[in-house]
């Protein structure tokens, strides 16, 4: 059985929507959960767990579809009451939903931390300080080597990910910014670009050596080509990728357009002993 329920903190009336399977041999109100929110663990960490409370909202739900549908409902309508406070995603599925957010809810995200993080130790007693230090420093003391090294490990891969993720953020932002200003130019500005970049694509083809040449329609052919399946003169098998470029190499230039062009006929589909097959 499932159900939706309601933390709501005693001390400021914030609240958080959740959702939860109901643990055996237990009601939703014998359930001590309060939810997994980001944002208000860290508020239950500030205040204390025995600054909030939990209400039921709906139960004997049976489905996780349903279960999805209604706290996503609930969510809805508390925030349009300027409620649900600590929810941060629209409710759901779950996972990580930190990926769909938008900027703005981002933004609200960091600040809510900002808020419930940054007086947190600073309230704390000298005792408390240090017995927190204290104890941070004994636990990691009594690590094996091996959950040492895999604590290393793990806190790298940490820095690795969430840097590639901020190489990734940045480089859509510079793409999105980057199609803004080139489709809100006016249309003038806009051929102007295109006739540029025409102009430096012909140089840049006419700067290069016939060997040059054909060295980028080989790798573009491999990169980009239709892979086909050739007979030859001889009898071989051939397998290959970019039936022009082929033609090219085998026939010339002269030569390759007809030799495209008969290779790809419908009646034919040979050309000077070379069959290609269908």
């Given at each position: 059985m499932y159900y939706i329920y309601r933390t709501v903190n005693l001390q400021n009336g914030h609240d958080y929507i959740g959702k939860r399977k109901c643990p055996l041999n237990k009601t939703p109100l014998e359930d001590n959960y309060l939810g997994s929110g980001k944002a208000l663990q860290l508020a239950i960490q500030k205040y204390g767990k025995e600054n909030f409370k939990k209400d039921i909202l709906a139960t004997d739900i049976e489905t996780v579809e349903d279960l999805n549908l209604l706290e996503r409902e609930y969510i809805s309508r508390f925030k349009e009451q300027g409620e649900a406070y600590y929810n941060i995603a629209s409710g759901g599925d779950g996972g990580n939903t930190f990926k769909y957010l938008s900027d703005s809810d981002m933004q609200r995200l960091r600040d809510l931390q900002r808020s419930l993080t940054s007086t947190r130790y600073e309230n704390m007693t000298e005792e408390q300080k240090k017995a927190r230090i204290d104890k941070m420093l004994a636990t990691k003391a009594s690590w094996s080597p091996e959950k040492?090294?895999?604590?290393?490990?793990?806190?790298?891969?940490?820095?690795?990910?969430?840097?590639?993720?901020?190489?990734?953020?940045?480089?859509?932002?510079?793409?999105?910014?980057?199609?803004?200003?080139?489709?809100?130019?006016?249309?003038?500005?806009?051929?102007?670009?295109?006739?540029?970049?025409?102009?430096?694509?012909?140089?840049?083809?006419?700067?290069?050596?016939?060997?040059?040449r054909r060295e980028r329609r080989h790798n573009l052919s491999n990169k980009l080509g239709k892979e086909y399946s050739l007979i030859s003169p001889k009898g071989e098998l051939l397998h290959i990728k970019g039936l022009q470029n082929f033609c090219r190499e085998t026939f010339g230039d002269a030569e390759a357009r007809l030799a495209v062009s008969r290779l790809k006929s419908c009646k034919a589909a040979e050309y000077k002993g070379y069959k290609l097959l269908k």
């Open positions: 040492r090294e895999a604590y290393i490990k793990s806190q790298s891969e940490k820095r690795k990910l969430a840097a590639s993720m901020k190489s990734e953020k940045d480089e859509l932002v510079r793409k999105q910014k980057f199609l803004e200003t080139w489709y809100t130019a006016p249309l003038d500005v806009q051929q102007q670009r295109k006739d540029n970049n025409r102009s430096a694509r012909l140089r840049y083809e006419a700067s290069l050596t016939e060997d040059q």
